[in-house]
């Protein structure tokens, strides 16, 4: 009989790795793990990276467990015997409903249980993501007071956080995939990485590497038309001669950037399907996309989706007005340009040259004016020629340029040097605009009182899955966006900062938010500031004269400007000051 792995085990995996925040110590925890997993019980494998992951499905299936905060209070309260009440004012100095429910468990209850497996916890939670419609939350709840039950306190703590869908303790999606890849005692981690990119599903990563092992991964975990991928993605630029200098030595493309919604388009049997940039599956957004396909062949196209009206290119605004399902009258019309393929005619492209994708791109599709149209680029040789397309694309409402080497691969979610992004109003101050996580707010005064004043934005530190204050903001914002966010931010408010990483110098706002409205800010320059922690918990980088640009409705907290790419802008801003000094 095969030694089934407890949930008690994996909970101890994880509370170890909540003990440090050493990446390379959690990730030999974690692998070491894995490892025992994988000769002692290999099918509970796919459920305990799962788990890891705090998911029970790929992300791209769109499948939540469906328990808000609102169900796990009433399971604790059932569970220990608390009021709803004092779970919430124990929630406001704990901050963490998992160790409310670990500490205040009736523990007589656990004593005469037979243990769970991580098998019984997975599945179970499978059920209760089931459980939709009328009487669900009843359903889920009790479903939930099982599992609860047959937990020790240890258990508890990770189960509840499992409902929450986070386990808190910095393990991110990278250090999983690099811990299966060591308990494979493969410590280049690329076919695990290049595996999951294609076919982000653990189930099935996990499956084939059991039965195929990891050399032959990169056969079986292939490009799937339905399944969507990880998009590339690009390097910021703020100096067209700069950006120039990088691209010089290749081949390279100049190509309008659009100011739409990525989208992933996949043909097959017949069917279209579109994915946003992160793998959401967004068919139903867009009828007009997926009736314009008749193609015989498989596909998959990468494109930005633009509002397009009268032959223009309209406002990114606009586009993020139109109903994501039940879109049965189109008012705002969508122009896709395509710039990719990677999939074509049962054949995968990513490993073809740029030059050869846009051959077969433009070769196979014909343009529908206003539908369907290639993304406007050339080849450069010079700053000038990079210049006369930053112009035409301002020109036509674009919001700046892309640079792509036409010798370059198409890398599924990696930022690569391969590709460059200019934008407009790059030129005149930081490189990039940020796509920043609201973490605070500030109460407003004058005329601003009744709404908040200010916000505290922080970056997002993809290793410790941590949120880090870069800067405090008040300025571009109009009177309505001001009252809308005061709207928006005041059901987000926590007395517990659990996922900010502040110190005792940073500065506090008067109220926290939760991570989960992601906005675009541009600043002056960038700094370092020790009332900050984005990139450093001593002496952070912050942004001088931050200016409000947009939501960013596309982008999760998440998908937010991270921790590491903030260090480079600032280390790249004080290359170009000692540049500029030695060229004076
Ligand atoms: P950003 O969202 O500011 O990080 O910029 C990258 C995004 O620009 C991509 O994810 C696409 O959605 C969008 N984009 C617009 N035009 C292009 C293009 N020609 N090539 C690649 N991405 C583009």
Redesign the pocket.
Known sequence: MVDKILFLDLCKELEKISKTTKRLEIQSILSQFFKIVKIKDPNSLSSIVFLCNASLYPEYLNTEMGIGEHIIQQAISEGTGLSVKTIKQKFVKSGDYGVIAMDNRVNQLFASKKLLTVEDVFNNMKRISFETGKNSTNSKKNLMLQLMNACSPLETKYLIRLFESQLKIGLALQTILISISLAYDESNFTIIKSAYNKHPDFNYLIEMLLVHGIEKLNIFCKITPGIPIK?M??HPHKNLTKAFSKFENNKFLS????DGE?VQIHHFNGVTKVFS?NSEDMTEKFPDITSMFLSEKSFIIDA?GVAFSDGKIMPFQLLSTRKRKNVEKIEVAVCV?A?DIVFFDSKELLDMPLSERREILRSNFSEIESKFQF?IGYECNSVEDIETQFKNASEGNCEGV?LKSLTSTYQPSHRSNSWG?IKKDYLDAVGDSLDLVVVGAFYGKGKRTGNFGGFLLATYNDETTRFEPCCKIGTGFSDESLKLFYDQLSPKITSNPSQIDFNDKSIHPDVWILPHYVWEVKAASLSLSPIYSAGSREKGISLRFPRFLNERTDKKPEDATTSNQIWRMYNESVDEKSDDAEFN
């Open positions: 998009p993605l690009a190509e309008f950037k659009y990525r940039r930005e340009f710039f993304a892309m992004k």
